[in-house]
């Protein structure tokens, strides 16, 4: 069965410190995996995407890694910021077209 | 460009009524897709369109949901009738046709069916 699940549910870090969110998918067969940005009240935004042969890329203090094959993506979050207080979603695209398993999120709280 | 609109923000409306949300796309974008996200199952692909045609709508939960896109710049997702759990945040994004973009999203329209 198509899977994306993220670690943690939820998050609460101080202003400055680093995280890291953890995404594991068992979708097949593998297109590509993003993470998005989604600020409350408002629509997500996106961050990174990678496909199978791509394994870092990065997005200001935004780094997004994938393990094509143990199937683990991870987004860490440098010197985190208030305004990083957001849910950061996962979604694995598959089938080679726009089909897409979105995983349930990450709520990340940064407290001053 | 002003991005993807959706109009309204807001709907509140009584079961067993229409409800009919509507979307612009970003100019130039081939793909539109619409969204429904709430706190029990996330976001969730309920159809999409290239070039104006229907791909999939394997997502649309029911008959009663339907959607449309007339030209490439509009679009409108249509619940009748309306059910309280209908209650949820809809989501229009659209997209270029090169390979590998992002899908840009809208505000969204929050639909509380009472």
């Known amino acids: 069965k198509n899977q994306v699940e993220q670690s943690p549910q939820s998050l609460i870090i101080l202003e400055g410190k680093n995280c890291t969110l953890q995404?594991?998918?068992?979708?097949?067969?593998?297109?590509?995996l993003r993470w998005y940005k989604q600020d409350t009240g408002r629509g997500p935004v996106s961050l990174t995407i990678m496909t199978f042969s791509e394994n870092t890329k990065s997005n200001g203090r935004y780094t997004a890694t994938l393990d094509a094959d143990t199937k683990q993506s991870s987004l860490h979050i440098t010197a985190s910021q208030l305004s990083d207080s957001a849910s950061y979603i996962c979604?694995?695209?598959?089938?080679?077209?726009?089909?897409?398993?979105f995983g349930a999120g990450t709520r990340l709280f940064v407290k001053a | 460009d002003a991005g993807v609109i959706q109009s309204p923000r807001h709907e509140v409306t009584e079961m067993g009524q229409e409800v009919t949300l509507r979307c612009k796309p970003i100019s130039g974008h081939d793909y539109l897709f619409w969204y429904r996200q709430t706190m029990m199952r996330g976001l969730e692909l309920l159809i999409y369109f290239n070039n104006n045609v229907p791909i999939d709508d394997s997502g649309m939960p029911e008959d009663r949901f339907s959607a449309k896109m007339p030209n490439a710049s509009f679009s409108t997702l249509k619940i009748q009738p309306s059910e309280p759990r209908d209650s949820a945040v809809y989501f229009c994004a659209s997209r270029p046709n090169r390979g590998g973009t992002e899908a840009f999203f809208g505000q969204g329209t929050r639909l509380t069916v009472v």
């Open positions: 995404c594991n998918y068992t979708v097949s067969p593998f297109s590509n």
């Open positions: 979604v694995v695209g598959y089938t080679g077209g726009f089909k897409t398993i």
